[in-house]
T-cell receptor, first 112, second 119 residues
């Protein structure tokens, strides 16, 4: 079973729409959770960390459910510039230090 | 603040040639990583270095070697390139667990990537 699983999409939504991405992780010892954004032919960049209490950054809201081992990202009022691939990332501490596990990414295209 | 710098950005090799990808970070991070990214496969860990002087295999280490030259630099070497190593390679760094000043600091910062084609 993969460490992190997410729906690959693609999600094609009109501007202004609300879209939600989901992710599950398999290891309950995971300690930190993130959403990264990756534009075409670029490196992944941190979008936001995800906290148990839920957190919001402008139009973006992230939720974590540790009991269900489930992470979500909600994007409200989608903009053309939100078109990218969104990676769910989980951190766990191993004997040799931080280990990061990635979903395969969910592709979002926002259509005019 | 340059963050993570990797070179070269692009490289074309013939089967059997060797090359080294260079990576340097200026964030004083202890841990450094090499990943490869292929369509439909996501990011896969090749090797990592939890701290200066240590290296460990990741998920897909075969055909690669690494050197943690000092705290800043972590290089990835392909001794005899194969077409299956055609990929985009990302170097990344993070602080070691327990050393991050806040819970949000245990994040992974990536270099811009190196696109390698092996013919």
């Amino acid at each position: 079973r993969k460490e992190v699983e997410q729906d690959p999409g693609p999600f094609n939504v009109p501007e202004g729409a609300t879209v939600a991405f989901n992710c599950t992780y398999s290891n309950s010892a995971s300690q930190s959770f993130f959403w990264y954004r990756q534009d075409c032919r670029k490196e992944p960049k941190l979008l936001m960390s995800v906290y148990s209490s839920g957190n919001e950054d402008g139009r973006f809201t992230a939720q974590l459910n540790r009991a269900s081992q489930y992470i979500s990202l909600l994007i409200r009022d989608s903009k053309l510039s939100d078109s990218a691939t969104y990676l769910c990332v989980v951190r766990r501490v191993a004997r040799t230090g931080n280990q990061f596990y990635f979903g395969t990414g969910t592709s979002l295209t926002v259509i005019p | 603040n340059a963050g993570v710098t990797q070179t070269p950005k692009f490289q074309v090799l013939k089967t059997g040639q060797s090359m080294t990808l260079q990576c340097a970070q200026d964030m004083n991070h202890n841990s450094m990583y090499w990943y490869r990214q292929d369509p439909g496969m996501g990011l896969r860990l090749i090797y990592y270095s939890a701290s200066e002087g240590t290296t460990d295999k990741g998920e897909v280490p075969n055909g690669y070697n690494v050197s943690r030259l000092n705290k800043r630099e972590f290089s990835l070497r392909l001794e005899s390139a194969a077409p299956s190593q055609t990929s985009v390679y990302f170097c990344a760094s993070s602080e070691a667990p327990g050393l991050a000043s806040s819970s949000g600091a245990n994040v992974l910062t990536f270099g811009a990537g190196s696109r390698l084609t092996v013919l």
